[in-house]
C-alpha cells in the first residue's frame, strides 16, 4: 500500500472521530434539555475526576471513597435516563467501532476495523469489489457441471462439486471455532476463483477480516517491499494484513514467476499463519504433480500435512459460459 492509499484510510479515522464528538454534543444537548439533573451529575463527575488527579499527583487521594462516589452518581444518571426512555449507552454509543473509539488501534495493537479498512482499500485499487457482489454461494450454479460419470474417479464432475461446494459452506459456518486450510486445485475455469469468493463474501459479511489475492499480485507487493521500501512512507502495511487477516485467500497460485525468494515468502506465509491458527485457502491451475515439482519440498510438507485437498474436474465453465450467451448450447 502506497503512503497516499495508507494516509486516506488514517484520514478517515479523523473524519469518524469529528462526526462522533459532532454527535455527542448533539445528544448530550438533548439529554440535558430533558434531564437537567444529568448535566448536573456530569459536571459533578468532571469536578471529582479533576480533584481526584490532583490527589493521586499530591499523593493523598482516597481513591476507594472516590470510586464509590463515581458509582453512586453513574447509577443515578442510569436510572433517571432509563426512567426518560433513553438508552443508557446514548451518550456513548457514537462511534462507528467501539473497540477502537475510531482510533485504529487498541493500545498498539491494530483493531480489526482498520485492517478491514486496509483490505477494503486493496479490494477497491485491485478492481476486486464487484466480483465479490456478484459471485456468492446464492448466485452457484451446477447447471454446468456434466452429471456422467467420469470412469477415472468414481463420479460425475456434478456429485464432486456439490461436495466441493458443501465443504465450503461447512469451512465458512465453522471459521472461527475449527482450524483448517483449504487447497483447491484442477485445471482452468472449474469454479475455483468462484468459490474463493464465495468464502470471501459470507466471511466479509460476518465480520471476519478477508484479503484476497492472486498469487501474482501478492509477489508483487512483496517485491515492492523489498526493493522500493524508500519511495513508501507505510509500505508494510498490506504485507503485515498477509500475516495478520483472520483469512488468506491466495488465488492461481503458480501463475506467478517463480523465484527463490518468492519460494522463501511463500513458505514463510504458510508457515507463519499455521504456527498463528489463522486459516489460508489457496487455488491453483496446477494438477497435484505439476505443484510438487513447481514448490520446494518444505512448502509442499506443509501445504499437504495441514490443508484440505479438493480438486475440481470436469469441462471449462467459462467456456461453456460464453457458448451459452452466444446460444451455442
Do not use: W
Not at 482510533?103 to 480489526?112: D, P, R, S
Not at 504456527?275 to 512448502?299: G, Q
Amino acid at each position: 500500500m502506497n503512503a497516499s492509499a495508507y494516509k486516506q484510510v488514517l484520514r478517515s479515522y479523523e473524519a469518524d472521530r469529528g462526526k462522533a464528538r459532532e454527535l455527542y454534543e448533539r445528544r448530550k444537548a438533548e439529554v440535558y434539555a430533558r434531564l437537567p439533573r444529568v448535566g448536573e451529575l456530569d459536571a459533578e463527575l468532571t469536578r471529582i475526576s479533576l480533584k481526584a488527579a490532583r490527589g493521586i499527583l499530591q499523593g493523598g487521594s482516597d481513591m476507594v471513597s472516590v470510586k464509590r462516589r463515581i458509582e453512586v452518581i453513574l447509577e443515578e444518571k442510569r436510572a433517571l435516563m432509563e426512567q426518560a426512555g433513553i438508552s443508557g449507552d446514548y451518550l456513548t454509543n457514537v462511534h462507528t467501532c467501539l473497540h477502537c473509539e475510531d482510533t485504529g488501534y487498541i493500545g498498539a495493537k491494530k483493531c480489526q476495523c482498520l485492517k478491514q479498512r486496509l483490505i477494503d482499500r486493496h479490494y477497491s485499487a485491485a478492481g476486486l469489489g464487484a466480483a465479490l457482489d456478484e459471485e456468492n454461494f446464492q448466485s452457484f450454479e451446477f447447471k454446468y457441471y456434466s452429471d456422467k460419470t467420469d470412469p477415472t474417479v468414481g463420479l460425475s464432475p456434478l456429485e464432486n462439486i456439490r461436495t466441493v461446494y458443501a465443504y465450503c459452506v461447512d469451512f465458512v459456518t465453522k471459521f472461527g471455532s475449527e482450524f483448517s486450510n483449504l487447497l483447491f486445485y484442477g485445471e482452468t475455469g472449474l469454479g475455483k476463483t468462484f468459490l474463493c469468493n464465495c468464502i470471501t463474501r459470507d466471511l466479509l459479511d460476518a465480520g471476519v477480516s478477508v484479503l484476497y489475492v492472486t498469487a501474482p499480485m501478492l509477489f508483487k507487493k512483496i517485491e515492492d517491499f523489498r526493493f522500493n521500501r524508500n519511495e513508501q512512507d507505510a509500505p508494510d502495511e498490506q504485507l503485515e494484513l498477509v500475516y495478520d487477516t483472520d483469512l488468506l485467500i491466495i488465488d492461481d497460485l503458480g501463475s506467478e514467476f517463480s523465484t527463490i525468494v518468492t519460494d522463501t515468502e511463500l513458505f514463510n506465509i504458510i508457515n507463519s499463519r499455521m504456527l498463528l491458527r489463522r486459516p489460508t485457502v489457496i487455488s491453483t491451475n496446477l494438477s497435484l504433480r505439476d505443484f510438487k515439482d513447481a514448490y520446494t519440498e518444505r512448502i509442499i510438507s506443509r501445504i499437504t500435512g495441514s490443508y484440505d485437498m479438493l480438486r475440481l474436474f470436469g469441462d471449462d465453465i467459462r467456456f461453456k459460459k460464453k457458448l451459452l450467451a452466444m446460444g451455442g448450447i
